[in-house]
C-alpha cells in the first residue's frame, strides 16, 4: 500500500514534541487560570459580600442592632415575609401542575407552553412593575372599578403580592419540568396498574421522587420574593411603614445617606443570600445522586 | 514495527491495575488483549499509545528497541481507535479523516492537494467514498467505526491500537467488521493492537492471544495455544465453557471419584489433590459399561443447541456434567429414551492446586 | 387546545393531566398573559409616528444604547472571564474550589439592591477598589459602573451553562486529538472551543437578556446622568413617576420585543446546544 510505505521517512524526522500529558495544560498554564479565575471571583463576587458587612458594622454592634430594630425596618421585614407567604405556596402548587402536564403529557403547544412560563425571566422587573400598574393603577383597566369600590392594589400591600408572585412565577416549574422529563412515567404506571389512583400516586410515587428538586425551587423562589426590587419599587410607592419591603427600606436609607443603616438592613439580605447558596449547594448533591440512581437503574435494566 | 513492554506496573490510588507485565510484539502482528472488563487490558493499550503512563519507575515501552516511555503519544506514530469513536462531532467524515495532516506544522504539512488525494485514498479504502460531507451523528455505527479507522491511519502509523473496536455494534455488523479488519490488516500488515472481552473475537481475528486478569498477563499465545493447551484455570475458564470436577492425581493415574485415567506424564509424582477440567464436546457417551473407565452419569435435561444437543448430567460423584453430542451421534445412541449413560472424557485438563493456581 | 388533550387522557395511564393543565393555563393566564396583552394594548392607543417619536425621542435612545451597549460588553467580558471559570472549576482541583463553586452563584441569591449599593461602594472615590484607581479614572456614576454591575449579574449564566456542557465533553475526543498530533492548543481551537460554542452562546445571550432589563444593582452605580448613564428600565420609572403612562408603556413594549426575541434565540440556541451534547453521548 501506497501509505505505508512511506510511513519511515515521516517518521524519522521527529515531530515538535508536545507537552507530556496531553489531556491537560502545562502547570503554569494550569496556575495561571486558577489564578485568574480566583482573583475575578474574588474582585467580583467575594469583595462586594464583604464590603456590606464592613460597612453595616463600621459604627458598632450597637448602631446596626438599633438600624434593625427600628420599627419602620420591622414592618418592612412583615411586609417581606407577607407577600413571600403567599408568592410561594401559590407559585409552587402552580409549578407542580405544570411539571406534571408537560413533564408527563405530549400534547400540542408544549413547548410553546414552556417558553411562556420562562416569560417572566426575561421580562426586566421595571416593566413587570408597569404592566399592573397599567392595569390597576388610578388610569389603568380596573381603576375606575377598583376606585368605586375602594379598593387600593398599587401603592398597597395586594401591589407588592402580585408583583413578587408574577417575578417568582416560573421558579418551581422550571425546576421540576426537566426533573420529571427525565425521570420519566414508569413508576407512575407500575403504581397506576396496581391500583392506586391520582393523588395517591403523586403522594406517594411522585412526590418521594421529585421531593430534593420540588425544595431546590421553592428556595430560588423564596429567596426571589424576598429580594425583589424592580417590580416592586414600581408598585409600591414607597410609602414608609406601609409599603415598604426590606430592598426598599435600603434603598430609602441610602438615599437619605443613612449609609450604615442601609448596609445594616442590607447585611439582613446578605445572609439570607448566603443561607439560600448554603441550602442550594446542599440540594443539588442530593439531586445529582437521585439523577445517578435512576440512570444507573436504568442502564441496568438494558 | 516491533513493540516490548517490559515489567510494566500501572496503580490508580491504591489499585493495581497493571502488575508487572511484559509482553513482545512482532512487527506486523495482530495481537488481542483479552480479559474480563476491569482486568487491565484498556489501561495496556492506553500505555502503549502513551494515553496514560505506568507507574514512574517502573518498566520500560520499547517500539523497534528504542524506549519511548517519555515520548509523547503524538510522537510515537500510533493510530489509536477509541471503544466509541470520539469522532469530533462538528466536522465532516472528510475533516475527521484530515485532521491529523492538518495540524501537522506548516513545514510538515501536505499540501491541501496531497491531504484531499490522501483523504479519497482512505474513503476508498474504508468503502465511504460517497459519504465525505457528512457529519458523524449521520452514519451508521459500522461507518463511524471504519472513518474512526481511516482517521487513525491518515497520519501513517507504524502501530494501530484499538480499543474494543467492535464492543458498540450489533452482532452482524461485527462479523463483517470483524472480516474487513482482518483483511485489511493483512494489505497493509501494520502492526496491530487490540482490546476486547470477547474470546471468539479474539480467536477469530488474531494472531496471537494475549490473556489479562486482574491486572496479570496469565498467557501469551496463538489461538491454538490458548484454547488446547491453557496454562492456567483463569485462561481455560474464560474460553469457552468447561466442566469442573475435583479429583486426584499422581503415580501415572487420574482419578475423579471411581473414575481413573491412565496419566503417564505423572508417573513419578506423588497423588495430589487436583482440579480437573473437562470441555463440553471432549466427552464419550456409552450407553452400556465396558471396562472401568468410565463413570455412571444420569441425564437431567436434554436440548438441540443449534448445531449440537446439549445434555445436562448429573454424575455418581454427584457434579454437574455438561456434554455437546452431534446430532448424528445422538441419534446413533437413541438417548431420547434412556436416563442412565456412562461417560468417559476424551481429553482432560489438569491443574494440581496449590502449584498452578495463582 | 384543552379540547385535544381531554381526548389524549383517555389514552393515557396515568391521570390528571386535565385538572394540571386547566390550573397551568388558567394561572399563566391570569399571572402573565392578561397582564402583558394589557401593556400590548395600552401602547396600541398610540398611532405608530406617535409611538415612533416617543421612542426615538434623544433621551429614550440614549438610555437604550446605554443598556443595550453596557450589557453587551459585559456579557463579552463575562464570556471570557466566565469561560476560565467555568474550565478551572470543572477542568482542575485547587483549594477551595467547592466554595468558589458555590459562591458563583451568589449574584442570583443576592437581592440586587443590595450589590447595588455594596458595588457603588467599592467602586466609590472614596471605596476600597476606588481609592486604588485614584481620582482620574471614574467606575462609579460613569459607564464603566454600569458595565461592573452588568458584568456582576450575568456571570452566573455563562459559568452555569458552559459548566454541564464541558463536564459532557467526550475526553475521548480530546485523546483522539492529541494521538494524531494535535498539540494541546489545536486540541483546544479546534475541537473544544467548537463543541461548546452553542452553550457559549447561550450563556451570552441569557447573559444579556438579564443585562438589558436589570435595575436594582445598575441604579444606585450609575449615577444616571441623563444622556449618559440613564439605563432604560430606570428612564421607565422616571416616566411613570411623572403620569406618562404612554410614553413609559412604549419603552416597555420596546423592551419586552428585545426580551421576546431574545427569548426566542435562546430556545434555538438551546435546543442546538442540547443537541450537540446527546449526539456526544448517544452511543
Known amino acids: ?302 | 514495527m516491533k513493540i516490548e513492554l517490559q515489567n510494566i506496573n500501572k496503580t490508580f490510588g491504591s489499585f493495581k491495575a497493571l502488575n508487572d507485565i511484559s509482553l513482545t510484539i512482532e512487527s506486523g502482528e495482530l495481537v488481542a488483549l483479552l480479559g474480563p472488563s476491569g482486568s487491565g487490558k484498556t489501561t495496556l493499550l492506553r500505555i502503549m499509545a502513551g494515553l496514560d503512563f505506568p507507574d514512574s519507575g517502573s518498566g520500560h515501552i520499547m517500539f523497534d528497541g528504542v524506549d519511548v516511555n517519555t515520548q509523547p503519544l503524538s510522537s510515537r506514530g500510533v493510530g489509536f481507535v477509541f471503544q466509541h469513536y470520539a469522532l469530533f462531532k462538528h466536522m465532516t467524515v472528510f475533516d475527521n479523516i484530515a485532521f491529523g495532516l492538518n495540524v501537522r506544522s506548516k513545514e510538515d504539512r501536505p499540501s491541501k492537494n496531497d491531504i484531499k488525494d490522501k483523504v479519497t485514498e482512505l474513503l476508498h479504502l474504508i468503502h465511504l467514498e460517497d459519504l465525505a460531507n457528512r457529519l458523524p451523528h449521520q452514519l451508521s455505527g459500522g461507518q463511524r467505526q471504519r472513518v474512526a479507522l481511516a482517521r487513525a491511519l491518515a497520519v501513517e502509523p507504524h502501530v494501530l491500537l484499538l480499543d474494543e473496536p467492535f464492543g458498540a455494534l450489533d452482532a452482524k455488523v461485527r462479523l463483517e467488521l470483524r472480516r474487513w479488519l482482518r483483511r485489511l490488516h493483512d494489505e497493509i500488515g501494520i502492526t496491530s493492537v487490540f482490546v476486547t472481552h470477547d474470546q471468539t473475537e479474539a480467536l477469530d481475528l488474531s494472531s496471537r492471544i494475549a490473556v489479562i486478569n486482574n491486572g496479570r498477563l496469565e498467557q501469551i499465545g496463538t489461538p491454538e495455544e490458548i484454547f488446547h493447551k491453557p496454562k492456567t484455570e483463569f485462561v481455560l475458564n474464560f474460553l469457552g465453557e468447561v466442566n469442573f470436577f475435583r479429583g486426584v492425581v499422581g503415580k501415572g493415574k487420574i482419578r475423579i471419584g471411581n473414575l481413573k485415567l491412565e496419566a503417564p506424564e505423572y508417573k513419578d509424582q506423588p497423588e495430589e489433590a487436583a482440579h480437573i477440567f473437562i470441555r463440553p464436546h471432549q466427552v464419550e457417551i456409552i450407553t452400556d459399561p465396558k471396562g472401568k473407565n468410565q463413570m455412571a452419569a444420569t441425564i437431567t435435561r436434554m436440548h438441540a443447541a443449534g448445531s449440537f444437543v446439549r445434555l445436562e448430567l448429573k454424575t455418581e460423584t454427584d457434579d454437574d456434567l455438561y456434554v455437546d453430542l452431534t446430532p448424528e451421534r445422538f441419534e446413533e445412541l437413541n438417548l431420547a429414551n434412556i436416563t442412565n449413560v456412562y461417560v468417559t472424557p476424551k481429553n482432560v485438563l489438569v491443574f494440581i492446586v496449590g502449584k498452578h493456581i495463582i | 387546545m384543552l379540547k385535544k388533550t381531554k381526548i389524549k387522557r383517555r389514552r393515557h395511564v396515568i391521570p390528571g393531566l386535565g385538572m394540571t393543565l386547566g390550573i397551568t393555563l388558567t394561572y399563566l393566564s391570569l399571572m402573565v398573559l392578561i397582564p402583558l396583552a394589557g401593556l400590548a394594548i395600552k401602547s396600541s392607543s398610540l398611532s405608530f409616528s406617535e409611538f415612533w417619536d416617543i421612542i426615538t425621542n434623544p433621551r429614550v435612545l440614549a438610555s437604550l444604547k446605554v443598556s443595550f451597549g453596557a450589557a453587551f460588553i459585559a456579557a463579552l467580558i463575562n464570556c471570557f472571564f466566565g469561560f476560565i471559570v467555568a474550565w478551572v472549576l470543572v477542568r482542575y482541583n485547587f483549594p477551595g474550589r467547592r466554595l468558589f463553586d458555590a459562591i458563583v452563584d451568589l449574584p442570583f441569591a443576592m437581592p440586587t439592591a443590595v450589590s447595588g449599593i455594596a458595588l457603588t461602594a467599592l467602586y466609590a472615590p472614596n471605596g476600597w477598589i476606588g481609592k486604588l484607581l485614584g481620582p482620574d479614572i471614574k467606575v462609579a456614576y460613569a459607564w464603566p459602573g454600569v458595565i461592573i454591575a452588568l458584568t456582576f449579574i450575568g456571570l452566573p449564566f455563562i459559568v452555569r451553562t458552559l459548566q454541564p456542557a464541558l463536564e459532557e465533553l467526550d475526553k475521548a475526543s480530546e485523546e483522539a486529538a492529541g494521538s494524531l498530533g494535535a498539540s494541546r492548543w489545536q486540541t483546544f481551537r479546534m475541537v473544544i472551543i467548537p463543541e461548546l460554542f452553542p452553550s457559549l452562546l447561550t450563556g451570552f445571550a441569557l447573559a444579556f437578556a438579564r443585562a438589558i432589563g436589570e435595575y436594582g444593582s445598575v441604579i444606585f452605580i450609575a449615577g444616571n446622568i441623563p444622556m449618559k448613564t440613564e439605563i432604560a428600565p430606570l428612564l421607565i420609572v422616571i416616566k411613570l413617576e411623572q403620569y406618562d403612562f404612554i410614553g413609559a408603556a412604549a419603552l416597555a413594549v420596546v423592551m419586552l420585543m428585545a426580551s421576546f426575541i431574545l427569548l426566542f434565540v435562546i430556545n434555538i440556541l438551546q435546543a442546538w446546544a442540547r443537541r450537540r451534547i446527546q449526539e456526544g453521548s448517544a452511543e
Open chain 1, 1 to 302: 500500500m501506497k501509505f505505508i510505505t512511506n510511513i519511515r521517512d515521516y517518521y524519522s524526522q521527529k515531530r515538535k514534541s508536545g507537552p507530556s500529558n496531553l489531556l491537560t495544560e502545562p502547570l503554569w498554564v494550569r496556575i495561571i487560570l486558577i489564578v485568574v479565575a480566583i482573583c475575578f471571583l474574588a474582585l467580583f463576587l467575594v469583595l462586594p459580600l464583604v464590603v456590606v458587612f464592613n460597612e453595616a458594622l463600621m459604627n458598632g454592634i450597637n448602631a446596626y442592632l438599633e438600624a434593625i430594630k427600628e420599627p419602620e425596618a420591622l414592618s418592612a421585614i412583615k411586609l417581606t415575609l407577607i407577600a413571600a407567604a403567599i408568592a410561594v405556596p401559590l407559585n409552587l402548587i402552580f409549578g407542580v401542575a405544570a411539571a406534571w402536564a408537560i413533564g408527563y403529557f405530549n400534547f400540542k403547544g408544549r413547548n410553546l407552553l414552556t417558553t411562556l412560563i420562562d416569560l417572566p425571566f426575561t421580562v426586566s422587573p421595571v416593566v413587570s412593575g408597569l404592566v399592573f400598574v397599567l392595569l390597576f393603577g388610578r388610569n389603568g383597566w380596573f381603576g375606575p372599578f377598583l376606585q368605586e369600590h375602594n379598593l387600593k392594589i398599587i401603592f398597597a400591600i395586594p401591589g407588592i403580592v402580585i408583583a413578587t408572585m408574577f417575578v417568582t412565577f416560573p421558579f418551581v416549574a422550571r425546576e421540576l419540568i426537566p426533573l420529571m422529563q427525565t425521570k420519566g412515567t414508569e413508576e407512575e404506571e407500575a403504581a397506576r396498574s396496581l391500583g392506586a389512583g391520582g393523588w395517591q400516586i403523586f403522594w406517594r410515587v411522585t412526590l418521594p421522587n421529585i421531593k430534593w428538586g420540588l425544595l431546590y425551587g421553592v428556595t430560588l423562589c423564596t429567596a426571589r420574593a424576598i429580594g425583589e426590587f424592580g417590580a416592586v419599587s414600581v408598585v409600591s410607592g414607597h410609602i414608609r411603614g406601609m409599603t415598604n419591603t426590606i430592598p426598599l427600606h435600603v434603598e430609602i436609607l441610602y438615599n437619605e445617606y443613612n449609609v450604615s443603616a442601609a448596609f445594616a438592613v442590607a447585611s439582613l439580605l446578605a445572609l439570607s443570600a448566603l443561607i439560600t447558596l448554603a441550602i442550594k449547594t446542599f440540594l443539588e448533591r442530593k439531586i445529582d445522586i437521585d439523577i445517578l440512581d435512576q440512570t444507573g437503574s436504568k442502564e441496568e435494566g438494558n
